[in-house]
C-alpha cells in the first residue's frame, strides 16, 4: 500500500532559493572581493562583523564554504548506499 505523498509547500522552494542565494553571495565576498577589498586594522571594509572575520582570515573562511556541498555530498552518498543495502 503507498502512501499519498503531498508536495512541499511553496515557501520551503522560496526558503532554498533565499538559501542559496545567501550562501552564494557570502562565499563570493569571502573568496572574492575580500581579496580585491584589503581590511586595514582599524578600519573594516563593511559593518558586518561575520564578513569582516572572513576578509581577514586566509585559510578558515574555506573550510566553512567547501564543508557544504562536502556534507551534501557525504548525505546523498550515504542515502544511495542504504538504497542499495536495503534493496539487494
Do not use: E
Amino acid at each position: 500500500m503507498k502512501l499519498a505523498v503531498s508536495p512541499p509547500a511553496p515557501h520551503i522552494g522560496y526558503i532554498f532559493l533565499v538559501a542559496s542565494a545567501l550562501l552564494l553571495a557570502i562565499g563570493t565576498h569571502a573568496i572574492l572581493f575580500s581579496a580585491l577589498l584589503p581590511v586595514r586594522a582599524g578600519n573594516p571594509s563593511t559593518t558586518i562583523k561575520v564578513l569582516d572575520a572572513l576578509a581577514r582570515d586566509t585559510h578558515y573562511k574555506y573550510l566553512s564554504l567547501f564543508s557544504i556541498p562536502v556534507c551534501a555530498y557525504f548525505v546523498i552518498a550515504n542515502w544511495v548506499g542504504w538504497q542499495f543495502f536495503r534493496n539487494s
